[in-house]
């Protein structure tokens, strides 16, 4: 009996050490920020992030590169899975929450909702009124963080071949035009998929991949009247192909950056050299579409500046925007990519 009571006070006691006792305990022992610092400094990292995801052509996924959290944001996504989903259902809730990133993920989702929120205006208003400033500035951001990204990858001779695919692949869909495709649910899962994987890729835009698609206009038609059930059924279809895309691809990614580190960093290297195509910031537009009211170049071209003072300003800005990379990399204290 002595026995037994004292193997039981042992489990007892491993069971406590191993199961948080309260859902606050919980939630502090998962993975994320922990200082108010560290909240705000990933805040505002969500801001730029959800700041890209507005512009046509940008992709959050960059600014995460930029920053330094993709490797960070990829194993976050991951956190949610299989083994999971088994707490959940055996009733161990405060278990699954100590594994999930959620303090980190609603942090850095905090940030690129306020952004969403409250710079759309303001950017359809700089990309509509002062384009060729605007995209300077983005055009030196992502110069500065191919250079920055770049610098992680050991082998640059045999990894050549992936930096090459990498960029071919993203300059020829920056370059494609809007096509006509079926509404189905099939290819709605599809361009839901598609489109969420393409936003975590750095140089893809998710916004852009749906109008090449030919959806944009129908998907954020369906979002103006939500609870309708015709438009339900739509949002509910293309959130599934959303939520099977990220967890998914931010699994392969994962995989990828830790199994073939420097293939998988040239093939992103290369995505945001081709995807400079659709930043150059002196464009004619050749054909445009009037979707919600609003105007978006869906085939233009990219021509050469004139020696004037728009040019010298746009340098500048471009100057601007490669060292506010450098200097955050800096501050972060690691690569960008670790």
């Not at 980190?104 to 929120?117: H, N």
């Not at 050549?160 to 899962?189: C, D, K, Q, R």
């Not at 830790?258 to 400079?276: E, P, S």
């Amino acid at each position: 009996m002595p026995h037994n009571s004292a193997e039981s006070k042992k489990t007892t006691a491993a069971s406590a050490t191993s199961e948080p006792y309260s859902w606050k305990d919980a939630w502090w022992a998962s993975p994320g920020p922990r200082s108010i610092s560290e909240h705000a400094y990933l805040f505002f990292k969500g801001v730029c992030m959800g700041t890209a995801d507005i512009v046509p052509g940008v992709s959050g996924g960059t600014v995460a590169f930029i920053t330094g959290i993709y490797q960070t944001l990829l194993t976050a996504i991951s956190s949610f899975n299989w083994n999971t989903i088994r707490q959940v259902l055996r009733l161990r809730g405060k278990e699954a929450l100590t594994g999930l990133h959620l303090r980190f993920l609603v942090t850095l989702l905090c940030g690129i909702a306020m952004a969403v929120i409250s710079t759309a205006h303001l950017m359809h208003y700089l990309l509509t009124e002062h384009p060729v400033e605007t995209w300077s500035v983005f055009f030196g951001l992502i110069a500065a963080s191919i250079i920055v990204v770049s610098h992680s990858i050991n082998n640059r001779i045999s990894s050549f071949p992936a930096l090459v695919l990498g960029t071919l692949l993203a300059y020829g869909i920056t370059g494609l035009i809007p096509l006509h495709t079926p509404e189905e649910g099939w290819f709605l899962f599809l361009c839901g998929v598609v489109a969420i994987c393409a936003m975590i890729l750095p140089g893809l835009s998710g916004s852009f991949i749906l109008l090449i698609l030919g959806k944009y206009a129908f998907i954020t038609a369906a979002l103006r009247n939500p609870f309708v059930m015709e438009n339900m059924e739509i949002l509910l279809i293309f959130i599934a192909g959303c939520v099977t895309g990220i967890l998914g691809f931010s699994r392969i990614l994962r995989y990828s950056l830790l199994r073939w580190h420097d293939f998988t960093i040239a093939i992103l290297t290369g995505l945001m050299i081709g995807a400079m195509r659709k930043v150059w910031p002196w464009k004619v537009a050749l054909e445009s579409q009037i979707i919600r009211g609003k105007e978006y170049v869906i085939r233009e071209e990219n021509v050469w500046p004139l020696a004037n003072s728009e040019l010298a300003t746009a340098l500048l800005l471009m100057a601007l925007g490669f060292g506010f990379v450098i200097v955050l990399e800096k501050l972060s204290g690691r690569s960008a990519v670790n």
